[in-house]
């Protein structure tokens, strides 16, 4: 748990959130020295840091819904609140002979990754079907494609992609708070 206080509302803590999926914020940035957050990382142990990918699971009690959590956040001068890493995993897809690779995706509105909204029919399916241990599911992000990462350059790698493999790298809350370092990527 992560405890942060503030002067006055006016005052921000210090990290801009994305929350897309509407359960969850996701850290995309840190703001500058003289932060609220930029002196509690001063201080942190490592394993609980505030950083860029890592989710926030509730402030002040509030869990399951970033949008409500994510006004506790801005109305509240101090805020206590459930970090965790995020899982990481990355998923080779062989497109070579064809075929539709089975995912409806929405860009985040702040982040640098793409959400998965729907699983249709296609090859993302049938890797579910045969690995349910680590299966892709809605409200997974995509964060790299192909080792490029950022917007723009996963888009043009993912139109590029037809007819040839494809490495999508997939990130979700671990669930778990950030008392471990459970940063570890986990390749399929």
């Known amino acids: 748990e992560v405890e942060l206080t503030r002067e006055s509302c006016e005052v921000p803590f210090g990290l801009t959130f994305d929350c897309s999926d509407n359960k969850v914020m996701e850290i995309v940035s840190v703001h500058g020295e003289g932060s609220v957050v930029a002196a509690y990382n001063e201080t942190a142990e490592v394993s609980n840091l505030l950083l860029p990918g890592r989710f926030i699971l ?3 009690g509030v869990a399951g819904n ?3 959590m994510h006004g506790m956040w801005l109305t509240s001068l101090s805020v206590r609140c459930q970090v965790c890493a995020p899982l990481k995993f990355a998923v080779q897809f062989d497109l070579t002979e064809g075929g539709k ?3 409806d995706l ?3 509105r702040k982040g640098m990754s793409f959400l998965v909204v729907d699983i249709p029919p296609g090859k993302l399916k049938d890797w ?4 349910p241990h680590l299966e892709i599911r809605p409200s997974d992000r995509i964060v790299a494609v192909n080792g490029r990462c950022g917007g723009a350059d996963m888009m043009e790698e993912l139109a590029a992609s037809a007819n040839q493999p ?3 790298v997939f990130s979700r809350p671990a669930w778990e708070p950030c008392y471990s370092e459970a940063t570890d990527d986990v390749t399929v």
Request: aromatic share 0%.
């Open 58 to 60: 509730s402030v002040n």
């Open 66 to 68: 970033a949008h409500r």
């Open 101 to 103: 690779l089975g995912v």
């Open 106 to 108: 929405s860009r985040c």
């Open 128 to 131: 579910n079907d045969a690995n």
């Open 166 to 168: 494809l490495e999508l």
